[in-house]
């Protein structure tokens, strides 16, 4: 039982690891620079593409493209790179933090393992990304170029957990970008988006496990929309860095906090919040909250108590967890009208602000 007795030394590790209650400068990212890392990417030279290679266990797909693509494929293609670029940055300040020990990084026993296993989902991150920009290099399009980034968190269960979340939040948008290539007859790309779902879907389990739970957290993950995860993306971006995320033809919602901090696997009111800044002048008498869990159908909910804050406007909305199990990822949005919705696609037609994330188990 290798691998029960790397979790138990994992988790003696989660459990000791000092939190750094204040965030500060990181070493790695002077000014939230990220690129180009030492390997050259994310302009590799053909030399370090292969020790980029040796270091994801694996290679760049190296068929032949698809003879075309539609315009909506490239769209996806952009938001897989610029999703990509964040996660390469992220993993690679991690891998750092983790190896120098930094305050709130020195896991003890686990650390091999840990510096072992980030070493290969970044080279491997690098290849989506590098596939990804390739593609859209071959259909005559900008490759996306990376921004500044800024990451909230400041010790290692922190980090693991907050990549767990984006990365359930990827693997819900693959979904929408299979969906996507489906309607738009793009089958060429269908294939390789899957072998990525699987992918992640692997280092999702290695999140869980090192937080402790089921490395499987729902029969059917939650879905989302692309929009959602464009709008997530920028969350760690400092604003006005993304050199041309304006070639990426995705909406942009406003901030939705979620104030309820954990939430617990319970039926009951969860507190949200929006700033009055994004919420312009608009009333927001007729606004809802959804969420979208596994491949249900969107749980419409009313908005109550609705009370200034500061610059905030702070509500409720009932979250029906028995009813519907809602376990893993809940993405909540705030929207215009009642709905009721059909689909996720839907709701991101008429959400004002999101996503909201909600992880429980
Ligand atoms: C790395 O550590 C620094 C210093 O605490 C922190 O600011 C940064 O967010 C950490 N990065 C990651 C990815 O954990
Ligand atoms: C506030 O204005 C911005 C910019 O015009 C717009 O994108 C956004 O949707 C508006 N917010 C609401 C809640 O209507």
């Not at 995860?229 to 860095?241: D, E, K, L, R, W």
């Not at 995320?245 to 949200?272: D, Y």
Request: proline fraction near 7%; hydrophobic fraction near 40%; glycine fraction near 6%.
């Amino acid at each position: 039982m290798k691998s029960f007795s790397i979790a138990a030394a994992l988790l003696a590790a989660t459990a000791t690891a000092a939190p750094a209650a204040i965030k500060r400068q990181a070493d790695f990212s002077p000014d939230g620079n990220y690129f180009p890392l030492s390997n050259g990417f994310p302009n590799p030279s053909p030399d370090q593409i292969l020790k980029i290679q040796k270091q994801a266990f694996g290679t760049l797909p190296n068929g032949p493209p698809p003879p075309s693509i539609s315009d909506d494929t490239k769209t996806s293609l952009k938001l897989i790179a610029l999703n990509e670029l964040f996660e390469v940055a992220f993993f690679t300040e991690l891998l750092y933090n983790v190896t120098n020990k930094v305050h709130g990084y020195d896991i003890g026993y686990g650390h091999d393992y840990v510096l072992h296993a980030l070493s290969a989902i970044i080279a491997q991150e690098e290849l989506h990304a590098l596939n990804a920009n390739g593609a859209l290099k071959n259909f005559g399009e900008e490759p996306i170029q990376p921004c500044k980034y800024t990451f909230p968190v400041t010790d290692f269960p922190a980090a693991i957990g907050l990549a767990a979340t984006f990365t359930d939040v990827v693997l819900g948008t693959l979904q929408d970008v299979q969906f996507d290539a489906a309607n738009n007859k793009d089958a060429g790309i269908v294939r390789s988006v899957g072998s990525v779902i699987g992918q992640e879907g692997e280092q999702e389990g290695f999140f869980r496990l090192i937080l402790k739970k089921n490395p499987s957290a729902l029969p059917f993950l939650t879905t989302s929309v692309r929009d959602f995860a464009f709008t997530a993306i920028q969350g760690f971006t400092i604003p006005g860095s993304c050199p041309n995320i304006n070639t990426i033809p995705l909406q942009t919602f406003g901030a939705l906090t979620v104030l309820t901090n954990p939430v617990e696997p319970k039926t009951q009111n969860l507190e949200f919040s929006i700033s009055k800044s994004q919420l312009n002048s608009t009333k927001y008498d007729d606004f809802s909250v959804v969420y979208i869990n596994q491949q249900n159908l969107p749980v419409v909910k009313a908005i109550q108590n609705p009370h200034w804050k500061h610059d905030t406007l702070v509500f409720e909305a009932g979250f029906p967890f028995d009813e519907f199990e809602m376990n893993g990822l809940t993405i909540a949005a705030v929207v215009e009208g009642k709905g009721p919705f059909a689909t996720a696609d839907d709701v991101a037609k008429v959400a004002k602000f999101g996503p909201g994330l909600i992880e429980i188990n």
